[in-house]
């Protein structure tokens, strides 16, 4: 494929800037688009208004090129990319609002031969929808290429990850596939992989599903472990010198807009049918919960015996690891839950300057003004730490 093409990417978040900048830097022409005009400002002032390690250069060198150009309406292009979230309603129903809604924009936009890429992790079902959605628009679908490419990416390594990784492309035509697997190939160094729109879409949904299910066993054992008087830690550290055994990491429960997303995704559509992918779901929610009567014990068992509140820091917001993303994070929701219940609480979170909630503590302050240490997230400027003297409630094994 020419590398003069142009590319309009919708959603200018998480996925969608990094893979704009990408395509940028390799020479494509992108028009870039989001709904807050407060980050179109920022990427076309060639800023960043998220944390990823080698976005801001990515970013920066894409402006000043002149390759990229962020705005609040579409244009015309040959590649759009609808990278917008698919979050869910109440009652985990899908929500596939935010994808109708960008589908509508590009539909004034898109010509005979246009390649429309849905790569927004989506129920089974999603890319038709774009077809349909632009057929209700007025567009010829016939004489465009509709496909699904799902990100593979992680948090943390998503510039290098977006080059790497193996792709899933499924078009709603064989043609559609071929032309956007060509597409793909001209920056992706990994495999892409040929398949149909559905199953690509059940490919994404499946590998976080796997995923929610695995570690579903490791925060179910890790309440066990709790009430057995195991350190979880070293059981899983023993356990896994098996050779044909790998059992993850617990946790404070699963956050993140995949793995704690899509599970449900597949189980509003299987109903029944979907038995463990419910029950993983299910007792990676209760975990969090589980956290939350734990440090509430702590805390009441402090007052008990200081006669005052306890200060209870907790220790990182974001879903993971050394990022600032708090999409569906079960920190957050920890954090806001014991707020609520009148609890004394220190948030606590590296990779933010503020947050619209509560008020953002230095760790170090923290740790030393609180009285129960919670860590809820394994950032790396937690490792090492020595506490004495307090009560610490660990559910990431910053320390193990």
């Not at 688009?33 to 990823?52: L, R």
Request: glycine share 8%; charged share 25%; with cysteine.
């Amino acid at each position: 494929m020419n590398q003069t093409k142009k590319i309009c990417v919708i959603g200018l978040g998480y996925i969608g800037l990094p893979t704009a900048a990408l395509l940028a830097n390799r020479g494509y022409s992108v028009h870039g688009v989001d709904v807050v005009a407060s980050t179109v400002d920022i990427i076309n002032q060639g800023k960043i208004h998220i944390v990823e390690p080698d976005l801001d250069t990515f970013v920066r060198a894409a402006v000043n090129s002149g390759n990229l150009k962020a705005s609040l309406t579409p244009d015309i292009a040959d590649v759009f990319i609808i990278a917008v979230p698919t979050p869910f309603h109440e009652g985990y129903v899908p929500n596939v609002d935010y994808v109708v809604s960008a589908t509508k924009a590009i539909a004034p936009f898109v010509k005979e031969g246009d390649i429309v890429i849905l790569e927004s992790t989506s129920p089974v079902g999603t890319t038709d929808l774009v077809g349909e959605t632009l057929k209700e628009q007025g567009v010829d679908t016939s004489k465009l290429f509709i496909a699904h490419c799902p990100e593979r990416v992680l948090p943390g390594h998503i510039m290098r990850e977006l080059v790497e990784n193996d792709r899933i492309v499924g078009g709603l035509t064989p043609e559609a596939t071929e032309k956007t697997v060509e597409f793909y190939k001209t920056f992706v160094s990994g495999a892409v992989l040929s398949t149909d729109a559905r199953t690509a879409e059940m490919a994404k949904l499946t590998e976080n599903s796997f995923r929610d299910t695995n570690i579903a066993f490791a925060n179910e054992l890790s309440i066990l472990c709790d009430k057995f008087g195991i350190d979880v830690w070293e059981l899983i550290k023993l356990t896994n010198r098996h050779p044909r055994v790998n059992v993850l990491q617990p946790g404070a429960g699963v956050g993140g807009h995949c793995i704690a997303v899509d599970p449900w995704f597949i189980v509003h559509a299987g109903g029944d049918d979907a038995k463990i992918i419910r029950t993983a779901r299910e007792v990676n929610t209760y975990k969090t919960e589980w956290s939350i009567e734990k440090i509430k014990n702590a805390a009441l068992k402090f007052e008990a015996e200081n006669g005052r509140k306890a200060k209870v820091a907790c220790m990182g917001l974001a879903f993971k690891p050394d990022i600032d993303d708090l999409r569906e994070s079960p920190a957050v929701y920890i954090t806001k839950s014991l707020i609520s219940q009148g609890l004394d609480v220190l948030a606590v979170e590296p990779n933010l300057k503020s947050h619209k909630s509560f008020e953002i503590i230095n760790f170090e302050t923290a740790i030393n003004d609180a009285d129960i240490i919670v860590y809820l997230v394994a950032h790396k400027e937690f490792k090492g730490i020595r506490i004495f003297g307090k009560d610490v409630i660990d559910f990431c094994g910053v320390n193990k």
